[in-house]
């Protein structure tokens, strides 16, 4: 396993198209990014739907389900989930990385999208959904670069074992499973931030709809 920075990878750079680019750039700010996302969700009012038990259980089924990935998820990766730099961890292909290669992004989307049907913008999930994907897709197209660089052919195995985004329905057998780098108390301290988030939004939703 090996660390550093981009320095170390000024061919990558230098080559890299405008997707890998934006990527990097996305991957940095992406703290930032669900600024525009948040106040549309917590502001705008037009298109809002009337409420229903259906939509209140189909936006918590999403969120809590989006959190319960991220969760497993975190147990595996470790606290490097954490980071805005370009600093690795060891390969990880246990737990949800053993299903597909992004699951923390995957659970990312479950969260927004169950969002936007909290506050009864029906019509606002699925643009949530496909901008998070636009998004990811080029974040995760500068990962892979910079995973195959430093990673070698342990990382180019496990592409070909794992895919992307969705489980594949038949996959090549895996090496032993390792038990995962953390306790489940670790990963829920480690995604203390994301809970604290998750429950202020609620908050927020409930407040809004009051007012």
């Not at 053993?98 to 506050?119: D, H, S």
């Not at 999930?125 to 670069?145: F, N, Q």
Request: aromatic share 8%; net charge positive; glycine share 10%.
């Amino acid at each position: 396993m090996t660390s550093g920075t981009l320095k170390q990878d000024q061919p990558l750079q230098a080559d890299a198209g405008a997707l890998v680019r934006a990527g990097g750039w996305l991957f940095r700010h992406r703290t930032w990014t669900p600024v525009p996302l948040i106040l549309t969700i917590l502001f705008v009012r037009a298109g809002r739907t009337q409420p229903s038990a259906a939509l209140l259980a189909a936006s918590a089924v999403l969120v809590a389900g989006g959190e319960a990935l991220r969760l497993w998820g975190v147990r595996h990766i470790g606290v490097i989930s954490r980071t805005r730099s370009d600093r690795l961890g060891p390969l990880v292909e246990t737990g949800p990385f053993a299903l597909v290669r992004n699951p923390l992004y995957i659970g990312n989307i479950g969260l927004w999208t169950g969002f936007a049907l909290a506050a009864r913008l029906v019509w606002l999930a699925p643009i949530v959904a496909g901008l998070l994907a636009l998004e990811y897709h080029a974040i995760v197209s500068w990962e892979e670069r910079l995973l195959a660089s430093r990673l070698g052919d342990a990382y180019l195995a496990y592409q070909g074992r794992v895919q992307r985004w969705i489980p594949a329905a038949r996959r090549p057998p895996s090496p032993p499973l390792a038990a995962p780098a953390g306790s489940w108390r670790g990963a829920v301290f480690s995604e203390r931030g994301t809970l604290i988030a998750i429950a202020a939004g609620c908050l927020l939703l409930w407040a809004t709809a009051r007012s």
